[in-house]
């Protein structure tokens, strides 16, 4: 895999890790889908004037913007929804390696619909990246309270829409759409999805709520939609996506480390095992696969 690829992927993954905590802060008086719909703000509006600075095309064939539209409303409304939904009913280090085993979908995908090649070192990789995500979501006391297995529930799904999401993406981008087209055309597309969901529910007056929601909203549009969602862009339209999506396995240790040391939440012992499986399983796709 090129070191650039590699930098691009690390970088978005970075970014996404940092959104589990701006997610946590700015839902604590605000309603999912209106922080959604304020975190798609400035991302689409900084996506287009870059495009529009660098002389980017903002208009594609017609099949490629129904392709980038439904997978911005399944990504960033549906599975999103699903995914926060689940972050509310469980604890993060748990429910979030489960959303993040969106990798196996994404390489069984990818090698099924998209024709890509299941070398060896994609196949030990990903049972290494999945085993140690599942490893990183064990607890070993029984004090919790909540609805915990809800929160995991909607985690799967929102993996399992996210991981098929992989193979209209990866289309358009080797049929010649350009990455920013694609990325401005999904974030529109979550926009437009959440405020028309917050219009149907009568809840507009939501996204004013809150201001402490209103400020992590607009950060996570800025790092996690537009830095993040672009450097993986650009990654994915040079790299085949069953390897690439591989590398969103070190986003569950990356927040598990985040969680203990910002949201005080106590990993297993088994933590320390997982969180080798998967850099081992990443490095085994990046730098040999």
Known sequence: MKTLVIGLGFGAIMCWSLNSLMIDKGLKNMDVYAFNAIRTMPATALII?????????????????????????????????????????????????????????????????????????????????????????????????????????????????????????????????SPFSFLYIMIIAGMVSNVSFLVIRGRLGELTRSKNGITWGIISGIVALFLGGLSWQIALSIEEASRL?????????????????????????????GIVMVFLGVFLVTWLG
């Open 245 to 273: 999506v591989l590398m969103l396995g070190a986003e569950s240790p990356i927040v598990l480390l985040l969680s203990v040391t910002f949201l005080k939440e106590r990993p297993s012992k088994k933590s320390l095992l």
């Open 49 to 177: 004037l870059f495009m529009i600075l660098t002389g980017r095309q903002l208009f594609v064939r017609l099949d490629f913007f129904i392709m980038a539209f439904i997978t911005g409303v399944s990504s960033y409304f549906l599975a999103l929804g699903l995914f926060v939904h689940g972050l509310g009913r469980g604890f993060t280090h748990k429910v979030w390696p489960v959303g993040n085993s969106a990798p196996l979908w994404a390489t069984i995908s990818a090698i099924l619909f998209l024709g890509e090649k299941a070398t060896l070192y994609v196949l030990v990789a990903t049972s290494l990246v999945i085993s140690g995500i599942y490893l990183l979501s064990q607890r070993e006391f029984n004090d919790d309270t909540g609805s915990e297995e809800g929160g995991v529930l909607l985690a799967f799904l929102a993996a399992l829409i996210w991981g098929l999401l992989i193979v209209p993406n990866k289309y358009c981008l080797n049929q010649g759409m």
